[in-house]
């Protein structure tokens, strides 16, 4: 079992950075592969990014790729979204979550607001 809580959203103006994390309880969290996700109202949950276990590989959605980088500290159990040039369209609320092949261990979500 692991529980994750995510931390670090807010309201930051178009072009600011923010920086979100994800702590996961549990001794397994470097068995899983992480995950950040984001759901804007009226909208279904969507991947952004995920990152391997080992953090050896990475995958971002266009939508984010060169501006939001996915790491993480398997000594610390926590994963990290760097988001830097942020645009209003990515105000959402943003969740994290763990999984293998199917992400099935899911954060709380914070929220991301972005103002023009």
């Known amino acids: 079992q692991v529980q994750l809580v995510e931390s670090g959203g807010g309201l930051v103006q178009a072009g600011g950075s923010l920086r979100l994390s994800c702590a996961a309880s549990?001794?397994?969290?470097?068995?899983?592969?992480m995950a950040w996700f984001r759901q804007a109202p009226g909208t279904e949950r969507k991947l952004l990014t995920d990152i391997s276990w080992s953090g050896g590989s990475t995958y971002y959605a266009d939508s984010v790729k060169g501006r939001f980088t996915i790491s993480r500290d398997n000594a610390k159990n926590t994963v990290y979204l760097q988001m830097n040039s942020l645009k209003p369209e990515d105000t959402a609320v943003y969740y994290c979550a763990a999984g293998g092949s199917n992400y099935i261990y899911w954060g709380q979500g914070t929220q991301v607001t972005v103002s023009s």
């Open positions: 549990g001794r397994t969290f470097r068995n899983y592969n």
